[in-house]
């Protein structure tokens, strides 16, 4: 059974940082895509950030440039450190695994 657990979201003014940490269990985690999805109030669900099990990594356009996804395979862990945080950054934040989702953590960033 895959478990999918996060860490780190809070409240944080604009501008500032956050790191989002995601422990997982269940799974060869050396050998599986990771990825960070968020959900804003009344919006769908939306890719932020992916990292395959070769470290490439991708971005939604709108985080480019100030999240970025990591691995620690030795840890099975998958970081998103978020900096120049926004307003519209504010979301709960998922972490994916194949099948699987976290139960989601809050980031909210006050202006």
């Known amino acids: 059974q895959v478990q999918v657990v996060e860490s780190g979201g809070g409240l944080v003014q604009a501008g500032g940082s956050l790191s989002l940490s995601c422990a997982v269990s269940?799974?060869?985690?050396?050998?599986?895509?990771m990825a960070w999805h968020r959900q804003a109030p009344g919006k769908q669900r939306e890719l932020v950030a992916a990292?395959?099990?070769?470290?490439?990594?991708k971005y939604a356009d709108s985080v480019k440039g100030r999240f970025t996804i990591s691995r620690d395979n030795a840890k099975n862990t998958v970081y998103l450190q978020m900096n120049s945080l926004k307003p519209e950054d504010t979301a709960v934040y998922y972490c994916?695994?194949?099948?699987?989702w976290g139960q989601g953590t809050q980031v909210t960033v006050s202006s």
């Open positions: 269940g799974i060869i985690f050396s050998n599986n895509a």
């Open positions: 990292i395959t099990s070769g470290g490439s990594t």
């Open positions: 994916v695994a194949p099948g699987s």
